[in-house]
């Protein structure tokens, strides 16, 4: 079993729709949660960062971490075309250079494709 | 540049010969990641520079990869008599010391090998 879990899908939604993502974990050492975005034939780039539980806001995302359920969760709101590219969620057990320990492993999801048509 | 380069951007090979990928970090930026990332699998760890600290090369696949780093900088991925399961695209991606944590991202090597 994986580390961390995350639906591939793909997922298609009509312009304007919230989309949920969703990922789960089984290592409760993780402390620290990601969300990436990858458009196609490119890296992946920062989306969200959460430290252990709660919610974040950042315009019409909204990350959610329940560590008591190893789950977390990215809400888009009024999803655009722009949207459509790649999810990953990703986590850690401490802060990305902590030390030069491997706490610098960040552990991905497979990935959610998702397709926001016009 | 700007941003982290990767060099080649596309890589044809045949089974059993060597490949060097090579990955030019954000100036300044002391920790250097390697990532591998094949269809439908996400991103998946192969190995992780800090600084001058000793690399944590736990997710090397087996003993025919291989990572340096020169200087501080510039990294190398060899992997040597390459087999079509690693056929995949390789990402390298880059952090500063002290930072949110965020990891930044080249647009990756892409490995086929026949």
């Known amino acids: 079993q994986k580390e961390v879990e995350q639906d591939p899908g793909p997922l298609s939604v009509p312009e304007g729709a919230i989309v949920s993502l969703n990922c789960t974990y089984s290592?409760?050492?993780?402390?620290?949660f990601m969300w990436y975005r990858q458009y196609s034939r490119k890296g992946p780039e920062l989306l969200m960062y959460?430290?252990?539980?709660g919610n974040k806001e950042d315009g019409r995302f909204t990350a959610q971490v329940d560590k008591s359920s190893k789950y977390i969760s990215l809400f888009i709101r009024d999803s655009q075309p722009s949207d459509s590219a790649t999810y990953l969620c990703?986590?850690?057990?401490?802060?990305?250079?902590?030390?030069?320990?491997?706490?610098?492993?960040?552990?991905f999801g497979q990935g959610t494709i998702l397709t926001v048509h016009p | 540049g700007a941003g982290v380069s990767q060099s080649p951007s596309n890589k044809v090979t045949e089974k059993g010969k060597d490949v060097e990928l090579r990955c030019d970090p954000i100036?300044?930026?002391?920790?250097l990641y390697w990532y591998r990332q094949s269809l439908g699998q996400g991103l998946e760890f192969l190995i992780y520079?800090?600084?001058?600290?000793?690399?944590?090369k736990s997710g090397l696949p087996s003993d025919r990869f291989s990572a340096e780093r020169t200087g501080g900088s510039v990294s190398t991925l060899t992997i040597q008599r390459t087999q079509q399961e690693d056929s995949a695209v390789y990402l390298c991606?880059?952090?500063?010391?002290?930072?949110?944590?965020?990891?930044?991202f080249g647009e990756g090597s892409r490995l086929t090998v026949l």
């Open positions: 991606a880059s952090s500063s010391d002290g930072g949110s944590g965020e990891l930044f």
């Open positions: 959460t430290y252990s539980s």
């Open positions: 520079f800090q600084g001058n600290s000793a690399p944590d």
């Open positions: 290592n409760s050492a993780f402390q620290y």
């Open positions: 100036s300044g930026h002391t920790a």
């Open positions: 990703a986590m850690s057990a401490g802060p990305i250079n902590a030390g030069g320990t491997s706490y610098g492993k960040l552990t």
